[in-house]
């Protein structure tokens, strides 16, 4: 293979929900995407088991939401310390719950789409050498069959915690271990138990117990006093105990069929960005499980990229369009760092100020007003919204919701995530909108349902990834015409 000679478009590094969701935009744009998976089988036994508002929102644009929702169990609050919850139910989404499902299931619908879609997907594919050029990325996998090569435009790391491509290119991953001898199993209660997601703090540790909904629980547990390593077998009779004694219900196990111990490190890189390499997910930032924010933060960093990916290779982008990449989802892994630490600090102390803090918050349960609407926006993921030039809309940066569309034609989207299902940006005016038909191939065109609505004077080009790249009041068609051209190139 010469070093001239492109085999892929892009090459995605791990088989994980966000290297899936990733490979399956490129692949439906129609570029040719390689995954490259170091594992030879499909594992249905995961660790993360929460599905947010957000997530589901972006997996909704892309016509996935529905049948992972129907795997699962839509769940309105989170349970964070004694009476506290974070109330999920009043979200301004169509997703207004977490849902819990295996992640075995989320990257079922995500892998079946990516192949559907197009993607090459490799598995016991380990990758072995990273080296890029001006023009592209060489990539060097070992497989059962010998070595392989691969030469890309881009490549992504999607390969987790433990990154191969992070590695190769010789990024830091700074940050500590925050939480260690964390146990996990999957489990039968006995009896007819209460299915509602449970989450205790006490001074032995602390633990929470999920329904999956099919009669089976995740078990999660912290013994402040058995802190063993790793490769330390789960006793079930511990679990058992550690979860009688924090949440003081009799629970025990009629069936076990999984069980782990792992420690939770706090590490984000400094850079997303490595010339023609990025890195998404856990490769560029892992955390504490508290909120279950690491799959779904991964997801969010997929849909940022892709559609930046596709201009870039479509040669419609500027170069400083990916590099949007990092000053977008950079802030945002930061974010879910901070607050996720801040939980698992919380629920680890065990000195008297620690502990008074958690008894007051778990008193001012229903009663933290603002507070609680903020934290339940942060969890769920729709609450952030992206950096916009000084003097910008009001919406600029922002997460658009699932607005109603004027339906044209029969059978066309009737609501804005319908209307993302192609790919494409959407352009969402009331006025005359034939100036966009210049970049017919690169965004859809539709009016809100309601002509006297908010927007009845307002257009707003949303982006691939729901987010309004621009917005503006009653504009000229001149200043639509810049903005089509900044956003998506020239016709």
């Not at 989170?78 to 299931?105: E, K, M, N, W, Y």
């Not at 040669?315 to 990916?322: H, I, K, Q």
């Not at 507070?371 to 952030?384: F, H, P, T």
Request: charged share 25%.
């Amino acid at each position: 293979m010469s070093e001239t000679e492109f085999t892929a478009d892009v090459v995605v590094v791990g088989a994980g929900p966000t290297g899936l969701l990733l490979a399956g935009d490129l692949a439906a744009a129609g570029l040719r995407v390689t995954v490259l998976e170091k594992r030879a089988e499909e594992s249905n036994l995961t660790r993360a088991f929460g599905v947010h508002a957000r997530t589901l929102e972006l997996l909704d644009a892309r016509g996935l939401a529905d049948e992972l929702i129907a795997t699962g169990r839509p769940t309105p609050s989170l349970q964070v310390f004694g009476r506290l919850r974070v109330d999920l139910a009043g979200l301004p989404s169509r997703f207004p719950f977490v849902l819990i499902t295996p992640q075995s299931h989320t990257e079922r619908v995500l892998r079946e789409r990516a192949v559907k879609s197009g993607a090459d997907l490799r598995r016991g594919a380990e990758l072995t050498g990273l080296r890029q050029d001006a023009t592209g990325v060489t990539l060097t996998a070992r497989t059962a069959d010998g070595e392989q090569l691969h030469r890309a435009r881009y490549a992504v790391g999607a390969d987790g915690v433990h990154s191969a491509v992070r590695d190769l290119l010789g990024v830091p991953f700074p940050g500590e271990a925050v939480l260690r001898s964390v146990m996990l199993a999957d489990v039968r209660l006995t009896g007819d138990p209460d299915e509602s997601f449970t989450a205790a703090v006490g001074d032995a540790g602390f633990a929470f117990l999920a329904p999956f909904g099919d009669g089976w629980f995740r078990v999660v547990g912290w013994d402040r006093e058995h802190q063993l390593p790793d490769t330390a077998p789960v006793v079930t009779a511990d679990l058992e105990a550690l979860l009688r004694e924090v949440t003081g219900r009799d629970l025990e196990f009629a069936e076990v069929r999984w069980t782990s111990r792992f420690h939770s490190d706090e590490r984000q890189v400094a850079s997303y960005r490595s010339g023609r390499v990025f890195l998404a997910g856990d490769a560029a930032h892992c955390h504490s499980p508290a909120g279950g924010q690491g799959m779904n933060t991964g997801i969010q960093d997929a849909a940022n990229l892709s559609w930046k990916l596709v201009a870039a290779v479509r040669g419609w982008a500027p170069d400083a369009l990916l590099d949007t990449y990092q000053t977008e989802r950079h802030p945002v892994g930061r974010a879910v760092l901070r607050s996720s630490g801040a939980l698992v600090r919380l629920a680890q102390g065990r000195h008297a100020p620690v502990r008074a803090l958690r008894s007051a918050l778990g008193a001012a349960a229903g009663h933290l007003g603002p507070l609680a609407e903020l934290g339940a926006k942060q969890v769920s993921g729709i609450g952030y919204a992206y950096p916009a030039e000084k003097g910008a809309h009001p919406l600029t940066g922002r997460r658009v919701p699932d607005l109603r569309l004027a339906v044209d034609v029969p059978g066309g989207p009737s609501r804005l995530h319908e209307a993302l299902r192609a790919g494409k940006a959407v352009l969402i005016s009331n006025d005359e909108v034939s100036v966009a038909d210049s970049w017919a191939d690169r965004v859809v065109t539709a009016a809100p349902a309601d002509p006297h609505g908010k927007l009845r004077d307002t257009v707003l080009l949303v982006r691939p990834d729901g987010h309004a790249a621009w917005a503006c009041a009653d504009p000229t068609r001149g200043e639509l015409r810049e903005a089509l051209g900044r956003w998506l190139g020239r016709p």
